[in-house]
């Protein structure tokens, strides 16, 4: 095997180049999905990642590599070689089953090479590796020359000969005798979408009917909005914080909240195990890698609403202060002032006037009471003009008998 000249150069940057179906979906912060593990995660090699010593083998020496392997996501995967006679080249890889394994060699045992990427750094650490395969004193370079080695051998048929460093060989026989014909493990399957990426409406109602498509058995929500804003159950109105497959929710927006906008993104993420198969795709060939350890890779998904503000109600006008509100039917007039109740028959009787106040503009001198003084000066006069003429008579036979 040959290393490409170039192939010391670690990759400094997130490939962005993916699977078709997950690039058209991931736009702009919409619906963004990445293939499950099982349905062929891509990736690309630039550079290695850690070094091994040298082997001595049957068919030449040749360098040990650990190779990183980065997915769109940023997630960096360790891989072995498993096409020991291609060169590697900075390429795009897809993931594939080992059915379709397309390097030289017969590949004829892989499930003992999965054994090996279970058994062995760096999925075992050192230490550990050290206390199992009974080789002490072993270190790193050591134990990843001595891993990649035992895989080609099962790989390629590969064998070591005499020169290599005695930990380097006592670890590789330890594992060629020790693989066994273990099966690989299934990987699980990881998929997220919600749908549309994005709605609009006004304040006051609830904006969109969002779907959500995932392999996981729940995903869990989060929203970044105004206060007041939250996310519902299209159905019930009641808040929710997380959605299962094919599950639905909207995003509500309280009546009076100003014009603005929110985001809901998601999440998952699922361990994927060692003895990932990757090709190279492309007209060039490259080495064929396959995983080394196992991670953790994630898929994020997400929408944006934007509203603009509702309508508000008019409000009522108001009574002018100048106006004066008119009398109901059922309202009782006033007396004008100009009018004089009579007084009832408990108060002063018809033939009883009133006394007379001392001070002047006394009180006013009903009708019955000026009856009563015109009869009282009528008498009086009567009685004076009497008084007058028996005076005046007396006066008279007076001055006869004088005669």
Not at 69 to 83: F, W
Not at 92 to 102: A, K, S, V
Not at 137 to 150: D, F, R
Not at 282 to 308: C, H, M, R, Y
Request: with cysteine; glycine share 10%; hydrophobic share 35%.
């Amino acid at each position: 095997m040959t290393i490409h000249p170039h192939s010391a150069t670690r990759r400094t940057r997130v490939v962005t180049k993916f699977a078709a179906t997950a690039a058209a979906a991931a736009l702009a912060f919409g619906v963004s999905t990445m293939p499950a593990y099982a349905d062929g995660a891509i990736g690309n090699y630039e550079g290695n990642g850690e070094n091994g010593l040298k082997v001595q083998t049957t068919k030449g020496e040749v360098g040990t590599t650990l190779f990183d392997l980065v997915l769109e996501d940023g997630t960096v995967l360790k891989t072995y070689c498993i096409d020991f006679e291609t060169n590697i080249r900075k390429a795009e890889y897809q993931e594939d089953d080992w059915e379709t394994y397309p390097g030289k060699g017969e590949f004829s045992q892989p499930a003992k090479v999965h054994w090996i990427l279970q058994n062995s750094y760096p999925q075992v650490d050192v230490a550990t590796l050290a206390q199992q395969s009974g080789v002490a004193g072993l270190n790193q370079k050591q134990a990843l020359a001595g891993t990649q080695a035992a895989i080609w051998h099962f790989s390629n048929g590969i064998e070591l000969k005499d020169g290599n460093n005695a930990n380097v060989q006592a670890l590789y026989d330890y594992l060629v005798e020790n693989a066994v014909d273990e099966p690989q493990t299934a990987e699980p399957n990881i998929s997220l979408s919600i749908s549309p990426a994005s709605a609009e409406g006004t304040a006051g109602e609830t904006i969109g009917e969002f779907t959500v498509e995932t392999t996981a058995e729940s995903v869990p929500l989060t929203l970044e909005g105004p206060e007041g804003v939250e996310l519902v159950d299209l159905e019930t109105g009641e808040p929710v914080e997380s959605v299962g497959n094919g599950g639905t929710f909207g995003i509500a927006v309280p009546e009076g909240t100003e014009p603005g906008s929110a985001t809901v993104s998601a999440s998952v993420s699922t361990e994927v195990h060692a003895g990932r198969l990757f090709r190279g795709t492309g007209n060039k060939p490259t080495q064929t890698l396959i995983t080394a350890e196992k991670g953790e890779v994630s898929v994020d998904a997400g929408v944006s609403v934007n509203w603009t503000a509702g309508s508000q109600p008019s409000p009522s006008p108001s009574p002018s202060p100048s106006e004066t509100p008119s009398p109901t039917p059922s309202d009782t007039p006033s007396p004008s002032p100009s009018e004089t109740p009579s007084p009832s028959p408990s108060e002063t009787p018809d033939d009883q006037a009133p006394p007379e106040d001392e001070d002047e503009g006394g009180l006013p001198v009903t009708g019955a009471a000026i009856g009563g003084l015109v009869a009282a000066a009528v008498a009086a006069l009567g009685t004076g003009g009497a008084a007058m003429y028996l005076s005046r008579k007396r006066r008279s036979s007076s001055a006869d008998s004088a005669e």
